[in-house]
């Protein structure tokens, strides 16, 4: 299986502050990467699709990059609605995998 | 609006079942697979399996082959998860997933928290 190394495993921001989330592969995934925000008690809600297509709806704010095993979440201008978990997920192989999380908080 | 609309919370005595559902709205259920992943407390995700509603046809990480029975009614536009011989690792989180093909996962259902506990 491939292995997805998230970090960090938690990080403290400023409102306003720009974050960065990253995620490497054990082998290549060719984009085949999704990232996720989760709130407590809540279901993962899909961010950004294929490392860097954003998915209906999410703010602009988020964004996507990377490539062949080194991929990375965005989030310009922190906002108090953005504390949550983050993950990220590799679909490009059987089976999928996901990151151990990102715990985002204010500072 | 697509909805996946789960059951409630599950309590399950070690060694016995449980069966969680997961009614879809808002699209053609034969359309997408069904996915579902777990969520240990405080832990990560992990894929369990999928299932293609309109063949019936799974699949299945290794790790819940042979805990996890994954089944769907096109005529509800239901989806199931049935979990056997309970323990105590098995108390999580359970989420269905939709499915693009070849994509990740877009819609997500609210999750059933199942409790093993005698």
């Known amino acids: 299986d491939i292995q997805m190394t998230q970090s960090p495993a938690s990080l403290s921001a400023s409102l306003g502050e720009t974050v960065t989330i990253e995620c490497r592969a054990s082998?290549?995934?060719?984009?085949?990467l999704a990232w996720y925000q989760q709130k407590p008690g809540k279901s993962p809600q899909l961010l950004i699709y294929?490392?860097?297509s954003l998915h209906t709806g999410v703010p602009s704010r988020f964004s996507g990059s990377g490539s062949g095993t080194q991929y990375s979440l965005k989030i310009n201008s922190l906002q108090s609605e953005d504390v949550a978990s983050y993950f990220c997920q590799q679909y490009y192989d059987y089976p999928d995998t996901f990151g151990a999380g990102t715990k985002l908080e204010l500072k | 609006e697509v909805q996946l609309q789960q059951s409630g919370p599950e309590v399950g005595r070690p060694g016995s079942s449980v069966k969680i559902s997961c009614k879809a709205s808002g699209y053609t259920f034969t359309d997408y697979v069904m996915n579902w992943v777990k969520q240990s407390p405080g832990q990560g995700l992990e894929w369990i399996g999928w299932i293609d509603p309109e063949y019936g046809s799974t699949d299945y990480a290794e790790k819940f082959k042979k805990k996890a029975t994954l089944t769907a009614d096109t005529s509800s536009n239901t989806a199931y998860i049935q979990l056997s011989s309970l323990t105590s690792e098995d108390t999580a989180t359970y989420f269905c997933?939709?499915?693009?093909?070849?994509?990740?996962?877009?819609?997500w259902g609210q999750g059933v928290m199942v409790t093993v506990s005698s």
């Open positions: 997933a939709r499915r693009p093909a070849g994509s990740s996962f877009d819609y």
């Open positions: 294929n490392a860097n």
């Open positions: 082998e290549d995934i060719y984009n085949g």
